[in-house]
């Protein structure tokens, strides 16, 4: 599959099926978030793989948006390693950084035929402290991921509704 065909069949999936993600697809997973170009290379990204019962239920009761997964990852940055701008005080690249490391594993995990769902719907601070991060990182998203159900359907205007790329791009 070519990448456009790729990048226009994923969805979010809301619904998985029981089966246990095969380490050796995680691994290959992680292998393409891990070449994932970030600020100055300095790849402050985190990654904490959430599959014990105990932490699922954790997030859980933090996020209404987990959907059932058996597997759920957590991105977050290390902000002592991040790129910061040295002409523009408070610009830093810890969100665009996992940002780009996210849709690296997101469109990797389709392409092997497993589903995930970005997702930000959750109290950050709640989150690093209930999974005791270390101070200096900061949760930016809660990826759940395992294989779509048997009728796991995309969200019809979350799927197919686009605004006209004209809308989008401008030239200058």
Known sequence: MDF????????????????????????RIFEAGNVAPTGC??????????????????LNELSRCIFGAKTVLVFTYNSDEEWKNPLENGVHSGVQDVSIVASHIMLAAWELGIGTCWVNYFANSKLEKELGLPENEKAVLLMPMG????????????HSVYKNIGETVKYI
């Open 4 to 27: 456009l065909e790729l990048a226009k069949s994923r969805y979010s999936v809301r619904k998985f099926d029981d089966r246990e993600i095969e380490q050796e697809m995680l691994d």
């Open 41 to 58: 290379n300095y790849q402050p990204q985190r990654i904490y793989v959430v599959k014990s019962e105990e932490k699922l239920a954790k």
């Open 147 to 158: 294989y779509p159900s048997a009728d796991s359907v995309p969200l019809e205007k979350m």
